[in-house]
Nanobody, 120 residues
C-alpha cells in the first residue's frame, strides 16, 4: 500500500553535482521525517541528512555545506542536492520516511537504494 522509491543516482566526476529524488506513494495519511542514508562497501549504513515535517534539517558532518535536503509535501517527495562531490561520497543512497497510513500507526519505510559513484 505504501511504497518509497528513490532515483537519480549515477556516475559523476569529483567536484560535480547530482540530485537524488525520492517519492512516497500509496495510502498515505501523513509523512513525518524523511531522510537520506548511504552505505559504502564494507561500511555501516549512515545518516546523510534528514528533514522533519516542519522543515527542520539535520546533516552529517561530512556533507555539511555541500548537500542540501528539501521536500515537497504536496508531491510526497524529498530531494538531496549533492554539490562538490568527493570520491568518499560513493555509496548506495537510501531514502527513508516515517509514514502514517490511514487508520494505522506510523511506520518506517525504506527505498530500494540508488548507486552514486564519484570518479576522479
Amino acid at each position: 500500500q505504501v511504497q518509497v522509491v528513490e532515483f537519480g543516482g549515477g556516475l559523476v566526476q569529483a567536484g560535480g553535482s547530482l540530485r537524488l529524488s525520492c517519492a512516497a506513494s500509496g495510502s498515505i495519511f501523513s509523512i513525518g521525517t524523511m531522510g537520506w542514508y548511504r552505505q559504502a562497501p564494507g561500511k555501516q549504513r549512515e545518516l546523510v541528512a534528514d528533514i522533519a515535517s516542519n522543515g527542520s534539517t539535520n546533516y552529517a558532518d561530512a556533507v555539511k555545506g555541500r548537500f542540501t535536503i528539501f521536500r515537497d509535501n504536496a508531491k510526497n517527495m524529498v530531494y538531496l542536492q549533492m554539490n562538490s562531490l568527493k570520491l568518499e561520497d560513493t555509496a548506495v543512497y537510501y531514502c527513508n520516511a516515517d509514514i502514517r497510513r490511514f487508520q494505522l500507526t506510523t511506520n518506517n519505510y525504506w527505498g530500494q537504494g540508488t548507486q552514486v559513484t564519484v570518479s576522479s
